[in-house]
């Protein structure tokens, strides 16, 4: 089972938006309303930031919004801030194989 | 509030084996799924294996299966993860995480695991 693909790094001026997609196929992304999407800072443990696509849990900022067409889910931050520079990973569930989640690739998020 | 605590990371020759451990606390333990994810050095985040609420149903990584045994006590409301046969490329940071519509919406602080003669 091959990771998601998700762009190396994204980068924007605070206050602007940016999207950051992950690519993946039907026995995954496609196939299923399991899309997730993660913040890690350095050193630190990821946190759940959109699960089931689009759906953000409590506490989580509104900035923060998820999509998904065909094969590939979208995480968008509008409103950049400095305190989202950090790592970005998605995750799906998958039929591919025993593997039954799979991770993207991870994307940098840097704020000019 | 929810709190996962992962011990048991350490050095580790190659070929040896391992238990890591996540005690839970602030939540029902017994009514959720659990998984262990993991991190190498400077790499990106990798699913491990899940096991069901009442740990009736296991599943694995490619990666691990056949090395690594992913069991719990619901009693002592902790997870485990049992490890043989370690080699180099298991060197990483070990999550657990609690799962929750299919995604994993609490994580632990992570523990450690070097593989190294």
């Known amino acids: 089972q091959s990771a998601l693909t998700q762009p190396a790094s994204v980068s924007g001026s605070p206050g602007q938006s940016i999207t950051i997609s992950c690519t993946g196929t039907?026995?995954?992304?496609?196939?299923?309303?399991?899309v997730s999407w993660y913040q890690q800072h350095p050193g630190k443990a990821p946190k759940l930031m959109i699960y089931?696509?689009?759906n953000r849990p409590s506490g989580v900022s509104n900035r923060f919004s998820g999509s998904k067409s065909g094969n590939t889910a979208s995480l968008t931050i509008s409103g950049l801030q400095a305190e989202d520079e950090a790592d970005y990973y998605c995750?799906?569930?998958?039929?591919?194989?025993?593997?039954?989640?799979?991770f993207g690739t991870g994307t940098k998020v840097t704020v000019l | 509030q929810v709190q996962l605590v992962e011990s048991g990371g350490g050095v580790v020759q190659p070929g040896r084996s391992l238990r890591l451990s996540c005690a839970a606390s602030?939540?029902?333990?017994?009514?959720?799924?659990m998984h262990w994810v993991r991190q190498a050095p400077g790499k990106g985040l990798e699913w491990l294996a899940v096991?069901?609420?009442?740990?009736?149903?296991?599943y694995y990584a490619d990666s691990v299966k056949g090395r690594f045994t992913i069991s719990r006590d619901n009693s002592r409301n902790t997870l485990y993860l049992q490890m043989n046969s370690l080699r180099a490329e298991d060197t990483a940071v070990h999550y657990c995480?609690?799962?929750?519509?299919?995604?994993?919406?609490?994580w632990g602080q992570g523990t450690l695991v070097t593989v190294s003669s």
């Open positions: 995480a609690r799962e929750s519509h299919i995604s994993f919406d609490y």
């Open positions: 602030g939540f029902t333990f017994s009514r959720y799924g």
């Open positions: 096991i069901w609420y009442d740990g009736s149903k296991k």
């Open positions: 039907s026995s995954d992304v496609g196939g299923y309303n399991y």
């Open positions: 089931d696509v689009s």
């Open positions: 995750n799906s569930y998958t039929s591919s194989s025993t593997n039954n989640y799979v």
